[in-house]
């Protein structure tokens, strides 16, 4: 079946610095998603991205949807303690309702 | 505006004891979810429903079974609980199926002994 991994699992930033997660799927995406889970909260939706090569900013993030559309990206740009979370992509597996989640890179900021 | 509701928020069993998690949603979408979260693997989705009168398994399904009850609500049943569905669980809606965002409840916390 599908399978999204993403990497890092992990990272550790001093606030300021720049901050980018990778997503990586084994199959072909018709569109992808990226949602923030803040520690104890549940996933809140971010963004989706639908065309190939596709780049979308929201204030510090970048989102980008590869060329082939199996992989995805998210910047942060100084990041600040708000930023605090883990981060997912998610994209349609198998039949269309079905979103299979990847595996999530938490992000810790400190001062 | 309540979004999706979950409960209840927490629960402890005992291994073979049941019980069902209810889901409901005020804002008129057509599909629901189940997804379990343990640390380390991300969401899984356990079962879904496209519509109303409608439901597939997931990535997860065994051990869990599934109503929709209505458009509004989609309850999950452990028949029998195990120790391996020790988890937090959210229910999630969408209006359609595959794109377009999911909203999340704010999640069930469930131990199993």
């Known amino acids: 079946g599908q399978q999204v991994m993403q990497i890092p699992q992990y990272q550790h930033v001093q606030e300021g610095e720049d901050f980018t997660t990778y997503c990586n799927s084994s199959t072909t995406l018709s569109n992808i998603q990226w949602y923030k889970q803040r520690p104890g909260g549940h996933p809140v939706f971010l963004i989706q991205l639908v065309k190939s090569g596709e780049v979308k900013k929201q204030k510090r993030l970048t989102f980008q949807f590869g060329e082939a559309k199996k992989n995805s990206s998210l910047h942060i740009t100084a990041t600040q303690t708000t930023d605090v979370g883990t981060y997912f992509c998610?994209?349609?597996?198998?039949?269309?309702?079905?979103?299979?989640f990847g595996t999530g890179t938490r992000l810790q900021v400190t001062l | 505006n309540a979004g999706v509701t979950q409960t209840p928020k927490f629960q402890v069993l005992k291994t073979g004891q049941s019980m069902t998690l209810q889901c409901a949603q005020d804002m008129n979408h057509n599909s629901m979810y189940w997804y379990r979260q343990d640390p380390g693997m991300g969401l899984r989705l356990i079962y879904y429903?496209?519509?109303?009168?409608?439901?597939d398994k997931g990535e997860v399904p065994n051990g869990y079974n599934v109503s929709r009850l209505n458009k509004r609500e989609f309850s999950l049943r452990l028949e029998s609980a195990a120790p391996s569905q020790t988890s937090v669980y959210f229910c999630?809606?969408?209006?359609?199926?595959?794109?377009?965002?999911?909203?999340f409840g704010e999640g069930s916390r469930l131990t199993v002994l």
């Open positions: 429903s496209a519509s109303e009168g409608t439901t």
């Open positions: 999630a809606s969408s209006e359609g199926q595959g794109s377009g965002e999911l909203f």
């Open positions: 998610a994209g349609p597996g198998g039949t269309a309702s079905k979103l299979t």
